[in-house]
């Protein structure tokens, strides 16, 4: 079985430009996050869907960052226009709620993003 | 809001030995889990262990065994017989339980092992 997928998996941009990171998540799996690894912390939460729906972006810089996902599948999340302290690791992770709420969370390998 | 706090920012460890590392957290639920994820430096999270709250037998998967300490809020990692592909970062995580639905986990800050051959 495929794992979560991501691209690019770098992507070094100069400040003010506009930069989209992709992630595939697992098949059958209905809640998809969107986490953001600064260098030497750990991941923090940007977005988390159910299904298609948001639930939680509460943590997200709505000015510059935005996110999608289409048809409660692939996601796509935006920077634009990027700065020099979006630079950091973005990692997609997916799940399947089964009952009972124990999920279980798989991670991609992330896009490391560098912004000059 | 809850917080995982990871103290050491590195630990080494002879090939073979034994070594444990610390997490405590801080929350006011009483109903939660908690975890040790490894990041090797392809970036991917790997779930090493997980504990529930609610259960007070400590957690073990093969050479990975935890010490959770609900009173003391205190939660460690112990890795029997070290093996170089331990070498990674070390993330201690908190989620809370919620029957509804998917939650978010909220992550230490990582530490980083290495293992000497």
């Known amino acids: 079985e495929a794992g979560v997928v991501q691209s690019p998996r770098y992507k070094i941009i100069e400040k003010k430009q506009p930069v989209a990171f992709w992630c595939n998540p697992i098949?059958?799996?209905?809640?998809l996050y969107w986490y953001r690894q600064n260098l030497g912390q750990g991941p923090e939460l940007l977005i988390r869907?159910?299904?298609?729906?948001?639930?939680?972006d509460s943590q997200l810089p709505k000015d510059r960052f935005s996110a999608e996902r289409l048809k409660g599948v692939d996601s796509t999340l935006k920077i634009q226009p990027a700065e020099l302290g979006d630079s950091a690791v973005y990692l997609c992770?997916?799940?399947?709620?089964?009952?009972?709420?124990?999920?279980?969370?798989?991670f991609g390998s992330g896009t490391q993003l560098s912004v000059l | 809001a809850q917080t995982v706090t990871q103290s050491q920012p590195e630990m080494s460890v002879q090939e073979a030995e034994t070594v444990t590392l610390s997490c405590t957290y801080d929350t006011s639920e009483s109903d939660y889990y908690l975890f040790w994820y490894k990041q090797p430096p392809s970036r991917q999270m790997i779930l090493v262990i997980r504990q529930e709250a609610y259960k007070q037998q400590n957690a073990t998967e093969n050479r990975f065994s935890v010490n959770f300490q609900k009173a003391a809020k205190s939660f460690s990692l112990k890795i029997s017989d070290s093996q170089l592909g331990d070498a990674a970062m070390y993330f201690c995580a908190y989620r809370n339980s919620f029957q509804g639905g998917s939650e978010k986990l909220v992550f230490g800050k990582g530490m980083k092992l290495t293992v000497n051959p």
């Open positions: 992770a997916s799940s399947q709620i089964p009952t009972g709420g124990n999920e279980k969370l798989f």
């Open positions: 098949s059958g799996h209905n809640t």
């Open positions: 869907y159910e299904n298609e729906e948001a639930v939680d």
